[in-house]
């Protein structure tokens, strides 16, 4: 009887702690989760349909273009406004706030970039249209955070605090912290400057040269066919723009509909309208061009009174002030002198550095989405980007009329004469700017004879230009093998292009793996049975074979022996990877200088790749993965963190296959945020899909949401985005004040 007793006892408790558990995670997760359909009051002129697709696609149908960027800013909240916050946060330089201590350096950085300062500045100078995209996106979300406070996401109260209301300078903030991401070149300047004064000039000047940057670029696609190479006879254009894998992806699917206004595609979080997409008429996508603009400047400044030399005058630096909140403790101050270059950004070996940055220029920032949204052939889209002011990009354009096109656009400084690829003089006022390229001096082309075009991060620019040209343009590998896979067949269809964005060919690691071979029959001995996993290789960077990981640890080899012969200093410790084309270049071109005997050095490099390979894959080369090598994962900031949930929120760790050179381009954590193929001639045809899903909820780990297109997009597969044809799986309507019927 007692132990009957003690048994029902227990039971309850164990009753009690799981209903203890699912209110918890009924509270925490669930109780948050988006409303989906039903009426939501709202400050709207008129009623606004928002209806999701069986994709969870939403699409928006509104009586003005305020109410439907409203409408915008208030579902992208729904699903994202954690993101959302902590992408302005990191733009901001208050992750400490929320954080702790942990994040003051990254605090501490984007104060001495200034970039809340910039987007303050930008703000105050928007052109009205602008401002009243930007405004109208703004209430929306306010009003969702308004009406879902205490319901709002769980990681909010996880970290003990409510978002502030997001502004039209938060908006600025996004597209800054892209900027910062993309234009980031001031370390490599940097360590590119020491190098060059303590190594071997010539060689690293072959090695790291000018144009091209490290064989790692987080880089992008895009690229466009005429209606000749087609099977509609109308142009085809995809983009996959490849980011650091995250979860969720800083995408955001959508179609917006109203009056002067029907687009679809992907909004980038924290902006309104859609960044990469289509309307009725044209279609487009983007790339990043990779042109040089941040100039470090070595400045002769005393930073206990701010006084610096320059061009002959003494000159008194502004201190900057920052007071930065960390949670659980007292705040740090971080201070900034402010020289005509820009902010003192680094210092060492005694010598401090100031960073001129193009996005820091004191002309109207603009970025006119709605305008490009609103452009209906190549000529309103080429007015529409002819005032755009943000990142450096490559914008890829196909029309229902017939053409394709590219322009490249953004804030490119204008430098003549040397761009430098080191930290300049600031005292001389050597290389100064005069200004940014005007519009009209940047490449462009219209239906080339070829029927293609493509853009791979490559260098756009024919010379002679104007101005330097300088950048940390992708080596040719990506986009040589978009332009030999177009030309390798007749007629095309929008699926057919997926085959395109998946292909994971390496020219790189092919021609490595050629020149292994060669140096190995050269050489003799065992070297000739050790590279057998090379013989008939076809340079495909395919997960569950052995051949790419020999060629990536050759490749890896050779690099570490030209940079230390370069730099006379080890590799590791450098951790400057140069250039793969450069490297590329000089293995075939063998010239003097480097090596006594270069077949020599080849082969100690082979050998030591084979060694390596073995210590980490096993004694059998045949059994090596490529997978093992080149793997990515994408966890939730938080719940990633907790072992016993982290699968559940997380995708990943997983071999993929690719490489950095490879058109789909992976490893280092970096895969193809997003995959989108436009269809002219039919825009029910088109395709997209994310790496992980839509919603940034976890909730929706549960009901597919978080991560449901991680399966299809691993193996290549995309989701049909229809335009005209939308089957609704359930809708929302935010009705005027007073109107909830």
């Known amino acids: 009887m007692q132990s009957s007793r003690v048994l029902r006892a227990v039971n309850a408790l164990i009753v009690a702690a799981a209903l203890a558990i699912l209110s918890a995670l009924w509270w925490f997760i669930h109780r948050p989760s988006p409303k989906l359909s039903g009426n939501v009051p709202a400050p709207v002129s008129a009623n606004v349909a928002i209806v999701r697709d069986p994709h969870y696609r939403p699409h928006i149908t509104a009586s003005t273009i305020d109410d439907a960027l409203f409408a915008q800013g208030y579902i992208t909240a729904q699903e994202r406004l954690w993101q959302m916050d902590m992408l302005r946060r990191a733009a901001a330089g208050e992750l400490s706030e929320i954080a702790g201590r942990a994040a003051l350096e990254l605090d501490t950085n984007a104060r001495k970039l200034r970039i809340a300062h910039i987007a303050g500045m930008q703000a105050a100078l928007l052109a009205p249209a602008e401002r009243r995209a930007l405004a109208a996106y703004a209430r929306g979300v306010n009003h969702f955070i308004d009406t879902h406070r205490g319901r709002l996401s769980w990681e909010f109260r996880a970290m003990g605090y409510q978002p502030r209301p997001w502004r039209i300078a938060d908006s600025i903030l996004a597209i800054l912290q892209m900027e910062r991401t993309l234009t980031n070149s001031w370390e490599a300047d940097l360590q590119k400057g020491r190098l060059l004064a303590s190594g071997n000039t010539p060689l690293i000047r072959q090695l790291f040269p000018v144009h091209f940057g490290p064989d790692a670029v987080e880089g992008s696609n895009a690229f466009a066919i005429s209606g000749r190479h087609t099977a509609s006879g109308k142009p085809l254009l995809a983009g996959d723009p490849h980011l650091p894998f995250g979860i969720p992806a800083p995408w955001f699917p959508i179609h917006i509909k109203a009056p002067g206004l029907d687009v679809a595609g992907a909004a980038y979080i924290g902006l309104p309208g859609v960044a990469i997409g289509h309307n009725a008429d044209i279609a487009w996508s983007v790339t990043s061009l990779e042109f040089d603009s941040m100039d470090l400047y070595a400045e002769r400044i005393d930073l206990r009174t701010g006084r610096y030399e320059h061009k ?24 900034t002198w402010i020289t005509n270059h820009g902010p003192v950004f680094a210092s060492e070996a005694g010598q401090t550095y100031s960073l001129k940055w193009s996005a820091a220029e004191p002309q109207p920032y603009s970025v006119p989405i709605i305008a490009l949204n609103q452009a209906r052939d190549w000529q309103q889209f080429r007015a529409a980007l002819s005032s755009y002011s943000g990142p450096g990009f490559n914008w890829i354009f196909a029309s229902r009329d017939g053409h394709i096109g590219y322009q490249a656009a953004g804030r490119l400084p204008m430098r003549i004469g040397f761009a430098g690829d080191a930290p300049l003089d600031g005292a001389s006022g050597r290389q100064e700017w005069s200004g940014l390229v005007p519009f009209d001096q940047l490449p462009t082309a219209l239906d080339p004879p070829s029927g293609r075009l493509v853009s791979a991060n490559q260098d756009p620019f024919v010379t002679p230009t ?110 400057f990877r140069g250039s793969a084309a450069a490297v590329l270049e000089i293995v075939h071109a063998k010239p003097a200088g480097w090596f006594k005997v270069w077949d020599e050095t080849l082969a ?83 395709v997209l899909i994310l790496p992980t899903g839509q919603s940034g909820h976890l909730v929706s780990g549960f009901s597919r949401r978080y991560k449901d297109e991680w399966p299809d997009f691993a193996i290549g597969r995309a989701r049909p985005f229809r335009f005209t044809r939308i089957e609704a799986s359930n809708t929302l309507m935010l009705l005027p004040a007073g109107r909830n019927k």
């Open 604 to 686: 100690s490099a082979l050998s030591d790749a084979i060694e390596e390979g073995r210590r980490q894959f096993g004694k059998t080369e045949t059994r090596w993965d490529w997978a093992r090598e080149n793997s990515v994962l994408a966890a939730h900031p938080i719940a990633g963190r907790i072992s016993w949930i982290a699968p559940y929120f997380s995708v990943g760790p997983v071999g993929i296959s690719g490489s950095a050179q490879s058109v789909k381009q992976t490893g280092s954590g970096i895969i193809p945020s997003l995959r989108f193929v436009a269809d002219t001639s039919d825009w029910d045809n088109s």
């Open 466 to 575: 104007p101005y330097a040209v300088n950048g940390n343009f992708a080596a040719p590998f990506r986009s040589r093998q978009i332009r030999n896979l177009l030309a390798a067949r007749g007629k095309w269809t929008a699926e057919d292009l997926l085959a395109v964005q998946k292909d994971v060919y390496s020219g790189l690691h092919h021609a490595m793996a050629i020149e292994a071979l060669r140096v190995a029959r050269a050489k003799g001995g065992s070297l000739i049975s050790d590279v057998k996993i090379l013989d008939g290789w076809n340079g495909q960077m395919e997960v569950g074979q052995p051949a790419p990981v020999l060629a990536e640890l050759f490749y890896r080899q050779v690099r570490r022996r030209l940079v230390e012969r370069a730099t006379g200093q080890p590799a590791a410790k450098l951790r």
């Open 312 to 335: 002959g005058q003494v000159l008194q630096a502004v201190p900057q002030r920052d007071q930065i909140a960390i949670k659980g403790e007292r705040g740090a101050e971080s201070v």
